[in-house]
């Protein structure tokens, strides 16, 4: 996921009802990447890849079993999403 694709998806996320919504409308847009809805509270300590007013986003890699939060684009395998806590 490149810096505009990012742009563009946290701009999908803002405009959705809810961070559910949102999560839906980024897996349907930008498959076959995996969307996670995360707590808050669960990233308080990583910085996001990219936040708005309602949300922020965060990039997650993978190694085929375990998730990580990374600030790599070129490693991401999926998003995480939370709403702005």
């Given amino acids: ?20 919504e949102a999560a839906a409308a980024l897996r349907e847009r930008y498959a076959p990447l995996c969307v996670v809805v995360v707590d ?10 990219a936040a708005g007013e309602r949300c922020a986003l965060y990039l997650g890699a993978s190694d085929g079993h375990c998730w990580q ?17």
Avoid: Y
């Fill in 40 to 49: 808050a509270f669960d990233m308080r300590a990583e910085p996001p890849a």
């Fill in 1 to 20: 996921m490149n810096t505009e694709q990012l742009a563009e998806a946290l701009a999908t996320a803002e405009v959705a009802g809810t961070v559910r």
């Fill in 69 to 85: 939060v990374t600030q790599d684009p070129t490693q991401a395998a999926g998003l995480f999403i939370s709403t702005r806590g």
